[in-house]
């Protein structure tokens, strides 16, 4: 059984990081696009970061470029957003996503697999 398992997520400050991992069992990824959207109460839910198979190419949405930042580590079969200088704009449910075969990861209709979600909620 294919399982994605995010951790990291938690209640911060604004100005505070934090750092999601996810784990995938069940099936290797390594040659899918992986990456986080994240879904706030009332809003639909967005790509956040993405990031190609090999890790060569990477997607950020503007509103958090120069702030997170997406990796892989394909021995590990993970991915993981390292999420800088959070804003409380940035409170959602953030949610892993391996794309599906031969397709980028820039909507939610391109993904294959979902994480279960983690919270991240970032005070004023």
């Known amino acids: 059984q294919v399982q994605l398992v995010e951790s990291g997520g938690g209640l911060v400050q604004a100005g505070d990081s934090l750092r999601l991992s996810c784990a995938a069992s069940g099936c290797s990824f390594s040659s899918r696009a992986m990456g986080w959207f994240r879904q706030a109460p009332g809003k639909e839910r967005e790509v956040v970061s993405a990031?190609?198979?090999?890790?060569?190419?990477?997607y950020y949405a503007g509103s958090v470029k120069g702030r997170f930042t997406v990796s892989r580590d394909n021995a590990k079969n993970a991915v993981y957003l390292q999420m800088n200088s959070l804003k409380p704009e940035d409170t959602a449910v953030y949610y892993c996503a391996v794309a599906r075969y031969m397709r980028p990861l820039g909507h939610a209709n391109d993904v294959d697999y979902w994480g279960q979600g983690t919270q991240v909620t970032v005070s004023s």
């Open positions: 990031i190609t198979s090999s890790g060569g190419s990477t």
